[in-house]
């Protein structure tokens, strides 16, 4: 299921491979049946909602014998997704005895209301988004990352849930539709994940726009684009479904460096 992907720079890329799951050394390749279509794949069942990550600010973990990624999050109150992230595990996602990985992001700062917030030329903070169109723009505002890329709407249809910043649960929005209708690439990228390893996201498909930036596309009932696909924005790269969630729908999420930040500020108003 997985391709090489060692011409990308991935430490920020939120793919979730065989070192993310439980007793499991390799990627698991799931076979559509004889008579399926070519170039579908078949949806997984309905997995668990996420877990909610609880970083543990300064604590670290030494790689012991036999330990996978996925072992050590769940041990630890954390995803192995978030797990991967905080440490940079590059693909395949291996890891090994004696090494040591922390159980915080990289800022290594927990929240403190006495802090100051930080200003979004920090480091690891995103950019401001790009005012939409139609807004009047801020002045001495500059041109943004995120606003050289061509942001479009994933599918059509009822946003039914948002984007709630501290939430690890509603880390981007839902979007309400009919199974089997287009689910389409946001903005010009690369396929660099499609696959069903993510637990609580079905039939994922992951985007890199560029080196910050990524999308993710998931409960999908049908991928149709693999690994290392070039894509454009508008491009079809899957059917809306409801694996992994409850109602056919699209959960759409847009990332800078790894972490979520809030799609309607960066998709066009509707």
């Not at 990985?101 to 930080?118: F, I």
């Not at 009919?178 to 637990?199: I, T």
Request: proline share 11%.
């Amino acid at each position: 299921m997985m391709m090489r992907m060692s011409t990308f720079r991935l430490s920020a890329v939120m793919v979730s491979v065989a070192a993310l799951l439980p007793a499991c050394s390799h990627t698991r390749v799931v076979k559509p049946p004889r008579d399926a279509a070519p170039g579908r794949t078949v949806g997984a069942p309905a997995a668990p909602a996420v877990r909610v990550s609880q970083p543990k600010y300064g604590a670290t973990v030494v790689v012991q014998r036999g330990q996978t990624v996925y072992r050590i999050a769940t041990e630890n109150g954390i995803t192995p997704l978030d797990l991967a992230l905080w440490n940079d595990i590059p693909p395949p996602y291996t890891i090994y005895p004696g090494q040591r990985l922390r159980l915080y992001p990289r800022d290594g700062r927990a929240p403190a209301s006495a802090s100051p917030p930080r200003s979004s030329a920090q480091e690891g903070a995103p950019p401001a988004p790009a005012p939409r169109p139609g807004a009047a723009p801020t002045p001495g505002s500059a041109p943004s990352e995120a606003s050289r890329l061509t942001w479009q709407w994933p599918a059509d249809g009822e946003v039914v849930s948002t984007y709630a910043a501290g939430d690890p649960t509603r880390q981007g929005v839902d979007i309400a539709g009919k199974a089997g209708q287009p689910v389409r690439a946001a903005a010009d990228g690369v396929v660099v994940y499609s696959g069903s390893g993510l637990v609580g996201y079905g039939e994922l498909i992951i985007v890199k726009h560029n080196d910050q930036w990524l999308s993710a596309y998931g409960h999908n009932r049908a991928r149709l684009v693999n690994e290392g696909a070039l894509v454009k924005a508008g491009q079809q790269i899957a059917e809306m479904g409801r694996s992994g969630a409850t109602r056919d729908m699209l959960h759409f999420e847009i990332r800078y460096n790894g972490k979520p930040v809030d799609p309607l500020q960066y998709l066009p108003r509707r």
